[in-house]
């Protein structure tokens, strides 16, 4: 993993935390951050498997098994933790058929492909990843596409999604554009695509630290006013499309990694925060519910929570399951 990609995780990570905790001008946080890491996804996916998945022997089971046991049996706690957590704070449960079909649901991610509010937003919060399923069972085929037809052709597929969005005139925009695990899927896709643009650059490129550090400076303060732009315009294409541009721009510069940015990222503290920001996420959304931001403390205190929870996480619950032949 490129250090510098590893440590904007934190970043992105902790502005779906504001998100969250309703923190003024951090309304849009949340989409730039899912799209960020739909993207970043499908591009470190795509560097780290694509030599793999052309090859003869490539293992397509074995494959899927990895990317199942490195989400997957965190959910599951997180899970277990929502409920028990539920029944030692007594909380009321209206519907008791209701409760155990979303619960079940949850439990085969399964919940981001019903367009009901309560539903794919139930217990942990991990649509994102019932939505990053589909993604990662078509990642073998995507390379094969791309390989098929083309760059070029394989980034006017992106096209569909803007198009949807200019005629679409339905009702349920949030599960459509920002939810639903096929519209997503092409986040993932552009992030697949990008490495395919980082291959060639990088092969070409001959930056000075100067040329890069200034290149690092424009793209995060171009990313920062397109961040301003949509808190003023209430538009469908907040929902994703509108920070793809400047996810792939940070994403691409970053993993150059020749600028005074990049060397700043390569710091192991950011690294390693970087590296907890798939247990945040996971995590907090648990710890908002249960604790609360009545308290003048308390996302502070959630904040901190989380970070320790996803440390011991990382370092005892994690190896056990990865490592797993």
């Known amino acids: 993993m490129i250090a510098p990609l ?3 995780r934190l970043i992105f990570i902790l502005m779906i935390f504001l998100f969250h905790c309703h923190v003024p001008y951090s309304e849009n946080m949340g989409c ?9 996804s499908g591009f470190v996916l ?24 490195r989400i997957y049996p965190l959910h599951i706690l997180i899970l277990f933790f929502y409920v028990f957590l539920s029944i030692i704070f007594q909380e009321p449960i209206a519907n008791f ?6 619960l079940i649901i949850n439990i085969l991610l399964l919940q981001s492909y019903i367009p009901i509010s309560t539903v794919y937003f139930s217990f942990s919060g991990a649509w994102f990843l019932s939505t990053l399923v589909l993604s990662y069972l078509l990642f073998p085929y995507i390379i094969k596409f791309i390989r098929k037809f083309s760059i070029k052709i394989s980034f006017l597929f992106l096209l569909l999604i803007p198009l949807g969005m200019l005629f679409y ?28 643009v980082y291959r060639k650059i990088r092969i070409k490129e001959n930056m000075t630290t100067k040329k890069a550090t200034f290149l690092e400076l424009l793209i995060v303060l171009f990313s920062v006013a397109l961040y301003i732009i949509s808190l003023k315009y209430e538009i469908i294409f907040n929902y994703s499309i509108f920070y793809w541009i400047q996810s792939s721009c940070l994403i691409l510069i970053l993993s150059i990694n020749k600028g005074l940015i990049s060397k700043l990222f390569c710091n192991s503290w950011l690294v390693y925060g970087g590296k907890l920001s798939f247990a945040f996420f996971l995590f907090h959304p648990l710890l908002i519910h249960f604790i609360g931001l009545e308290g003048r403390y308390n996302i502070i205190l959630i904040v901190l929570a989380s970070f320790i929870l996803s440390h011991l996480t990382i370092k005892y619950f994690d190896p056990f399951w990865v490592n797993r032949k």
């Open 169 to 196: 005139q339905g009702k349920n925009e949030l599960y459509w554009f920002y939810i639903n695990p096929v519209v997503r899927f092409f986040d993932f896709f552009l992030g697949v695509l990008l490495a395919e």
């Open 6 to 8: 590893t440590s904007i």
């Open 97 to 102: 058929f209701n409760w155990i079909t979303k």
């Open 32 to 40: 730039y951050g899912v799209s960020f890491f739909f993207i970043l």
């Open 46 to 69: 795509s560097l780290s498997y694509k030599q793999k998945v052309l090859s003869n022997d490539f293992n397509q089971k074995k494959f899927y098994k990895k990317r199942f046991l």
